[in-house]
């Protein structure tokens, strides 16, 4: 991979680092968390939370890797991919309905192919099956394109059933492309997922230096003490004899 686009996805990738501590940091409140006192309570064994600071522990597991996970696939839409020349549809804003299903366009050696994007072997769902094969042969028959199912990361082993109906409504012209297959195709560099292991390396260099040579890890547990704090002022924690559940039922409506 040329130095510059190496350089590209350690920037991008290090911007995306920042931006989920920034949303790490601000969650220090109640105010900032959605708290189910009824689902808590009943899986406060399983979780073990029987105190503030695990109770604080929670709510930042409960919000922050599902964030993280929501943000993933978007990242790689709109932030990597597109170091390597894959670019929106035009036709995806005069004609929505046909297009829905389309995410990106590229060229390679030449050939102009149509894609649409999921980031996991199991993100792929009935909806979205019934989406392409039903839009992916008219989309073929319009433009001649080839169309592409990539998959950020995975392997083929792994697929649920839902590529394969898609196949059904559609022909040769469809490509399920999946892990280190897609990134080869889009960037036109053999390993080149374990190129971006590398850059995200890089990039967790880099935050570490920026932030006084602490963890991302050490910076949540902090923010986790603020939260526990907070928690014990909004629930009347005082740290006496206060039944921790019966003060969060009172407070919580």
């Given at each position: 991979?040329?130095?510059?686009?190496?350089?590209?996805?350690?920037?991008?990738?290090?911007?995306?680092?920042?931006?989920?501590?920034?949303?790490?940091?601000?969650?220090?409140?109640?105010?900032?968390?959605?708290?189910?006192?009824?689902?808590?309570?009943?899986?406060?064994?399983?979780?073990?939370?029987?105190?503030?600071?695990?109770?604080?522990e929670y709510m930042q597991n409960a919000k922050l890797p599902h964030g993280d996970s929501t943000a993933f696939g978007k990242f790689v839409e709109d932030r990597i991919f597109p170091i390597f020349g894959v670019i929106p549809v035009d036709e995806k804003k005069t004609q929505a309905t046909l297009y829905s299903a389309i995410?990106?366009?590229?060229?390679?050696?030449?050939?102009?192919?149509?894609?649409?994007?999921?980031?996991?072997?199991?993100?792929?769902?009935?909806?979205?099956?019934?989406?392409?094969?039903?839009?992916?042969?008219?989309?073929?028959?319009?433009?001649?394109?080839?169309?592409?199912?990539?998959?950020?990361?995975?392997?083929?082993?792994?697929?649920?059933?839902?590529?394969?109906?898609?196949?059904?409504?559609?022909?040769?012209?469809?490509?399920?492309?999946?892990?280190?297959?897609?990134?080869?195709?889009?960037?036109?560099?053999?390993?080149?997922?374990?190129?971006?292991?590398?850059?995200?390396?890089?990039?967790?260099?880099?935050?570490?230096?920026?932030?006084?040579?602490?963890?991302?890890?050490?910076?949540?547990?902090?923010?986790?003490?603020?939260?526990?704090?907070?928690?014990?002022?909004?629930?009347?924690?005082?740290?006496?004899?206060?039944?921790?559940?019966?003060?969060?039922?009172?407070?919580?409506?």
């Amino acid at each position: 991979m040329p130095q510059e686009q190496f350089d590209q996805v350690v920037e991008q990738a290090l911007g995306l680092i920042e931006r989920r501590f920034e949303n790490m940091r601000t969650m220090v409140t109640v105010a900032q968390t959605n708290i189910n006192p009824f689902l808590m309570l009943a899986m406060a064994p399983a979780y073990n939370i029987f105190s503030p600071l695990e109770a604080a522990e929670y709510m930042q597991n409960a919000k922050l890797p599902h964030g993280d996970s929501t943000a993933f696939g978007k990242f790689v839409e709109d932030r990597i991919f597109p170091i390597f020349g894959v670019i929106p549809v035009d036709e995806k804003k005069t004609q929505a309905t046909l297009y829905s299903a389309i995410d990106g366009a590229m060229t390679i050696e030449g050939e102009s192919f149509l894609a649409t994007w999921k980031s996991g072997p199991w993100t792929m769902n009935q909806s979205h099956a019934n989406e392409m094969g039903g839009s992916f042969p008219s989309i073929h028959e319009v433009t001649g394109k080839r169309l592409i199912l990539g998959i950020f990361y995975g392997r083929a082993t792994q697929m649920n059933n839902k590529p394969a109906l898609v196949r059904r409504n559609t022909g040769d012209y469809f490509h399920v492309l999946i892990g280190s297959e897609l990134w080869e195709f889009i960037t036109g560099v053999r390993n080149a997922h374990m190129t971006v292991l590398r850059a995200i390396r890089e990039a967790q260099r880099r935050f570490a230096v920026a932030h006084g040579g602490k963890t991302f890890n050490e910076h949540m547990i902090e923010a986790r003490l603020q939260l526990s704090a907070n928690f014990r002022a909004a629930f009347g924690l005082s740290g006496g004899d206060e039944d921790m559940w019966e003060m969060l039922f009172k407070h919580s409506f």
